[in-house]
């Protein structure tokens, strides 16, 4: 018999109570073989509520989003991770569909907001046009016709973080494109799924857009120089 795929459902928060309190509760459980909090320092009570619901907690290690995902991911014992935003922007709706996916084999499953019928209600005109170029630059270093490079709502075979280019090239909040970088870059399998991308509950965002959009555009040169002169700069 083929061995089950394990999955750990991994949460970063940053004073994100209201929507933790709106959303989880709507989450099967039983999808994941572990459910992991990276949390930033929540002053919200966003930590306190995790306890209150029986999940593990960590406090993260270094500041930045991506730094807290890579520095929990060594902590995480199961095959693949599923990244789940808990402000109102990932659907729970889609987890058993992603799940199922993941189960399949693939090394990276994207809830696409681009992939039609699929729409994005938090986008404004700046993010959809970044995520427009970045993913048509993602795009042409592989085969699989991606359509949304940039979203956390996703899951992933923890081998791909452990490529050697991972950890080099992540520098900034640039996690989530570098998977799929590495995943196009390496032939490795994708499969997208739509997904609506809701507006965010409560809370703040703390994404700024043009430090984002700089440090993605230094991940994609770098791979590039990777792809055609197999060196890691
Ligand atoms: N652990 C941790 N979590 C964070 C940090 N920054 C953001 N988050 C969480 O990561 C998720 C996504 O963050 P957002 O600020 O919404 O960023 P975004 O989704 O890219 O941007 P929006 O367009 O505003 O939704 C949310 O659940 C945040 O609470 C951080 O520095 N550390
Ligand atoms: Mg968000």
Sequence with gaps: MKKKITITLLLPTYNEVDGFKEIFPSIDRKLFDDILVVDGGSSDGTVEYAFSQNIRVMSQIRKGLSEAVIDS???INTDCVVEFSLDGNSIPEKLPELVKEMQKGY???VVS???????SYDDNIVTA????I??????LMGNYPITDSLVMYRGFNISIVKYPEFKKFLIGPVFEPLTSMVACNRKLKIFEIAGDEPDRIGGESKMRVFYNGGCIILAIVRTYIFKFFKIII
């Design 73 to 75: 991911i060594e902590t």
């Design 107 to 109: 090394d990276l499953v």
């Design 113 to 119: 907001r681009y992939l039609p019928p699929a729409k």
């Design 134 to 139: 970045f993913t048509r630059l993602i795009r």
């Design 129 to 132: 046009f970044g995520n427009f």
